[in-house]
């Protein structure tokens, strides 16, 4: 596959269904089990030849990276560089949508898009298993953001896993505007582990999917909700819409979503919630049943 200049590569967010811990490696990662899936809200980006290796940022969250130089767009394009041939070069335009250290994997779905768009552009054409190994080494959600269909994820994020046949269903996505640390989440939880959870047949809906789920959890936002009191206001909001079939934290927090039935479920719960907290990122987006297209 080639890119050319004007090709936008998607960069979808990211949402943890479930997230149960399942134990903790001696390097201190911990092993989970999580049905990961995307929504169809996210950055976007695109990449063309250049003479050095630049980023541009733009977007309602350029600037709130940090510095350049540690944003894991550039981090995967080294990677790639250091694996394909030193002499590699280009601009990336990133347009960041998605807010940053949120749960929703932004800066991961960044970094797996710069795999794939670079990847093409440059001809390295690497095999899936080796973007894979390039993307373990960028952060734990890379992998599942490559892969970029719904998942079961094990491992510390590199085991996956296709989760056939969800259900067509509607998110409301909420965070409110506080960061969080992954690392300090996982710090602040304590007691012991939780056992995978896996269907005996994909839900048909998105009510038994929300049925379902709740047999489930996100072992992450108790702890999550200790270190950040908006988080339990943001799931309270949600749980209060009309039509939530269930409300949940997403990865480390703390954006959480709300699930529906109907698109206008969503839109109208996004409305009276965006309304109601105009200061909160409020988005109603639907669950990609389908594989990510990118480029
Ligand atoms: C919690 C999840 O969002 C679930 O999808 C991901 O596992 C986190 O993925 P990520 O943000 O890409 O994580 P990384 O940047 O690799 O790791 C950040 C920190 O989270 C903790 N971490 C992460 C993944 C994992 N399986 N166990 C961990 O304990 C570690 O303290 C690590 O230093
Ligand atoms: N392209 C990027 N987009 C977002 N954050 C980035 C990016 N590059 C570097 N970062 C840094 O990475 C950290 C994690 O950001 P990100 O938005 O990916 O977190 P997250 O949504 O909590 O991820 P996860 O759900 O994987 O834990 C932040 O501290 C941020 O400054």
């Given amino acids: ?17 479930t997230l149960h811990l399942l134990g903790k490696r001696a390097d201190g990662y911990h092993l989970l089990d999580s049905l990961v899936v995307f929504a169809g ?24 990276m940090g510095s350049g130089e540690d944003n894991l767009v550039l981090r995967a394009a080294r990677l790639l560089i250091e694996t394909c ?21 932004g800066g991961s779905s960044d970094a797996a898009a710069a795999l794939i768009a670079l990847d093409a552009l440059w001809g390295c054409g690497l095999q899936a298993e080796e973007l894979q190994s390039l993307g373990a080494a960028v952060g734990a959600d890379v992998p599942v953001c490559l892969y970029g269909r719904p998942a079961w994820v094990g491992g510390i994020g590199e085991a996956l896993e296709t989760a056939e046949r969800m259900p067509p269903v509607w998110f409301v996505l909420v965070n409110p505007g506080v960061s969080l640390s992954t690392a300090s989440v996982f710090r602040a939880r304590s007691g012991g582990f939780s056992e995978p959870l896996r269907w005996h047949q994909p839900p048909g809906d998105a009510a038994t999917l929300a049925a379902w789920l709740a047999q489930g959890r996100n072992d992450l936002q108790a702890p999550a909700c200790a270190l950040e009191p908006a988080i339990p206001a943001v799931l309270e909001a949600l749980a209060a819409t009309p039509d939530c079939l269930l409300a949940r934290m997403s990865g480390s927090g703390a954006t959480c ?36 297209e990118r480029g």
């Fill in 85 to 105: 041939a030193p002499e590699l070069r280009a601009r990336i335009r990133l347009e960041k949508r998605l807010p940053v250290a949120a749960g929703l994997g």
């Fill in 257 to 292: 979503f709300g699930l529906y039935t109907e698109e206008a479920e969503a839109r109208h719960a996004a409305q009276l919630l965006a309304e109601a907290r105009p200061d909160w990122w409020v988005r109603a987006a639907p669950l990609l049943t389908d594989p990510i």
């Fill in 41 to 64: 809200v996210g950055d976007q980006l695109q990449v063309a030849p250049a003479d050095s290796l630049v980023l541009e940022e733009s977007g309602p969250g350029a600037g709130t």
């Fill in 1 to 17: 596959m080639t890119a050319d200049a004007a090709t936008a590569y998607a960069a979808p967010a990211k949402v943890n269904l």
